[in-house]
């Protein structure tokens, strides 16, 4: 028994760019079986009428920190200094690891009803985002954070990671990668120690690179090399690797990151409100790296909205290269889908027949699509994530008509309105 989405205006992988037509989109068990045409034996448990609907695949947030939604709005207009150690580090020394749970869950409602179906988290309590995940009918990369100096000291957290793994290897919408923190918080050794477990693993790393200029100068100080070279000699990037940021990037860095296939993440939302400037995306795609799209945590973003995200991409660089062609609607499309898709290695992020049935409805009626003269730019310049009506991950239905199915909104509220309270947050 499968859901067929009937006769509705739907964005299809067209080349490098996009294509929108209408069409009839079937789905069964959790992948896109038919478009246009059902399958043998195809019966439809479901018939979701398309008619006033755009169908877009799910986006990919692909770099944030779940857990961090409790502390929206409390760590502003600071230095980037001052942001973590001065105020975040300091609560989160007082999280208990269920705070990360009810978080992680008030993150998903936000990504889900703003049309995000995928995320790449960097996590703090292992088995809390995990299992809001499980719930939520999200599909998530999960991350251990790993920080340290000397490998042996940390092991633990390392070994942690791989049990939560192994927890939760019978989720299919879960798969799991290390997150040593960042060049700043990882000694070299320890950082070794580490690519050498993803290499006899077989599981990718997920790092901060060059997040702000301090971090670059720091290094150059420390070490004589930039973070990208220090992460490099490493061994990280003899991984699959995705480094998220990538501000601080020089044009040999950029070589380095194209040549061992890293995809970066770009987060201009929180790049930007932290003062560290925002990836040179346009220059590190003419070097051939995978660029994808996140937002990062709520503490710094204020937001788990990937529309703003793709509005705030495409813009910048617009303004600040002088020139609207460095970087063009369906590019944006691109990285909040299909290149974060790639960077994470899941067959997700476009609407093909064997691809799995991560879709996004969104309402043809509302104003900021009215006239929807052109899809791709509608997505890019004009939607801000209020249009999402329905939400399908793994070909099931997690929001239907504005309702989420699979958590308890009002719960979560009260849970996180109690979490606040006891941190003094508000
Ligand atoms: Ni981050």
Redesign the pocket.
Known sequence: MGIVIKNALAVLPDGAGHATGRHSIYVEGNAIVGIDEAPQGFVAAETIDGTRRLVIPGLINA?T?TYMSMMRNVADDLSFTDWLFGTIEPIEDRLEPEDSYWASLLSQMEMIRSGTTCFND?QMHIHQTTRAVHESGMRAVICRGLVGSEYDLNERRIREALEERDAFADCDRLTFRLGPHAPYSCGPDYLRGVAEVAKREGMGVHI?IAESQAETDNMWRDHHCTPVEYVRDAGIFDVPTIA?HCIRVSASDRAILAEHGVSVVTNPASNMKLGNGFAPVPELVAAGVNVCLGT??AASNNAQNMFREMGLLALIHKGTHDTPQCISADETLRMATRNGAAALGLDIGSIEVGKKADLVLLDLDAPSLTPLNHAVAALAYSANGSEVSDVLIDGKVVMRNRELLTIDEERVRAEIARICARLGLS
């Open positions: 770099h920190h960097q901060h998220a990062d945590g």
